[in-house]
């Protein structure tokens, strides 16, 4: 799939999040602890369907951040570094929280607030 026959302008070039380089002009410095997890979430997922021209669900989705989340968890904890890895992901959670709507902040808070996570 071309990001050219999509008519997607992506403001970098992906390969930067794997590579590791960030331009310092902008806030994607602050961010990059998030996004390459995500950047590399939805390659596996595009790498996965490469021949299916669909969307992954929400589900797809939620698996795989799930997966990544359960991997720097471990991680984090063989490291002993967990204040990183909460920062990161609390991080996340507001990104994710800011892109939806009110009444899914509501439902998305009771579940937090029922199953304590």
């Given amino acids: 799939i071309s990001f050219k026959k999509l008519k997607?302008?992506?403001?970098?070039d992906p390969a930067i999040a794997l590579l590791g380089?960030?331009?310092?002009?902008?806030?994607?410095v602050k961010r990059r602890a998030i996004c390459t997890p995500m950047f590399i979430a939805?390659?596996?997922?595009?790498?996965?369907?490469?021949?299916?021209?669909?969307?992954?669900?929400t589900g797809d989705w939620i698996k795989k951040m799930w997966s990544i989340y359960t991997m720097e968890y471990?991680?984090?904890i063989k490291k002993n570094d967990f204040t990183t890895f909460a920062a990161t992901w609390t991080a996340l959670e507001e990104i994710m929280l800011s892109e939806?709507?009110?009444?899914?902040?509501?439902?998305?808070?009771?579940?937090?607030?029922?199953?304590?996570?």
């Fill in 74 to 76: 471990y991680s984090a």
């Fill in 8 to 12: 997607i302008e992506l403001p970098y």
């Fill in 21 to 28: 380089i960030y331009p310092k002009d902008t806030d994607v």
């Fill in 100 to 117: 939806i709507s009110e009444a899914e902040k509501d439902n998305y808070r009771m579940v937090s607030l029922i199953y304590g996570t």
């Fill in 42 to 57: 939805a390659l596996s997922t595009i790498a996965k369907s490469w021949k299916e021209p669909r969307c992954p669900s």
